[in-house]
């Protein structure tokens, strides 16, 4: 079946540090992709997606480019606030793999430091 | 994109008991499903809430112990049966949009069973 496999945290980093959440993906068919977050006491948001190959989403400084040669979808920031520090969510659609719904990896918590 | 309220927010409910959750979007929406957050870990997709027909169930979860209804395009309702301990998550309901294979999630209903 379908899984997402996401570097675990927490990840703790410096205000304005680089910023990389490594995911890679096993799927059936041919997936959309995806990077969700979730803020200390917030719901889950979409941050950004990707549909197909060498596509690259980007949102609010984020950006990940769908990498199907080596499975992945990695989420990257050049520079990163305090703001940002969240549990983030890599995951995938599988239409044809015969599931509408999402598969979620297990989250990263992300811990930026002033 | 929609948007989505859930009622309740949270609950604390006796084992043995069983607790129905709403999800109410503010307009129609083809795909709507159910998701499961335990404590500290990722979602898991719970099903499928079709409008009209039975909902789809993933592996491990069955409609006796989570029965789902859709009675429309904006409302669904999940179930949690005979609760026990290990039911204790926040329960999500997301909805599908036009836009391939992207979701919404609702703020989520946090249930501890005691």
């Known amino acids: 079946g379908d899984s997402v496999t996401q570097m675990e945290g927490p990840v703790t980093l410096s205000e304005e540090a680089f910023l990389t959440i490594n995911c890679t993906y096993t799927a059936t068919g041919y997936p959309s992709l995806f990077w969700y977050v979730q803020y200390p006491g917030e719901g889950l948001q979409l941050l950004l997606k990707?549909?197909?190959?060498?596509d690259k989403g980007s949102n609010k400084g984020f950006e990940a480019t769908y990498r199907k040669e080596t499975t992945s979808f990695h989420l990257e920031k050049g520079s990163v606030q305090v703001s940002d520090s969240a549990v983030y969510f890599c995951a995938l659609s599988d239409p044809g793999g015969g599931a509408d719904g999402l598969t979620f990896g297990k989250g990263t918590h992300l811990i930026i430091q002033p | 994109s929609a948007v989505i309220s859930q009622k309740p927010s949270r609950d604390i409910c006796q084992r043995g008991t069983s607790l129905t959750i709403q999800c109410q979007v503010d307009?129609?929406?083809?795909?709507m499903f159910w998701y499961r957050q335990q404590p500290g870990q990722s979602l898991t997709l719970i099903a499928t809430a079709n409008q009209g027909s039975e909902a789809t169930y993933e592996s491990g979860f069955v409609i006796d112990k989570f029965p789902i209804s859709r009675p429309n395009l904006t409302f669904s309702t999940l179930t949690v049966s005979n609760m026990s301990p290990e039911d204790s998550s926040i329960y999500l309901c997301?909805?599908?949009?036009?836009?391939?294979?992207?979701?919404?999630f609702g703020p989520g209903t946090r249930l501890t069973v005691t």
């Open positions: 997301s909805v599908g949009t036009a836009v391939r294979h992207e979701q919404y």
């Open positions: 307009s129609q929406v083809t795909m």
């Open positions: 990707a549909t197909k190959a060498d």
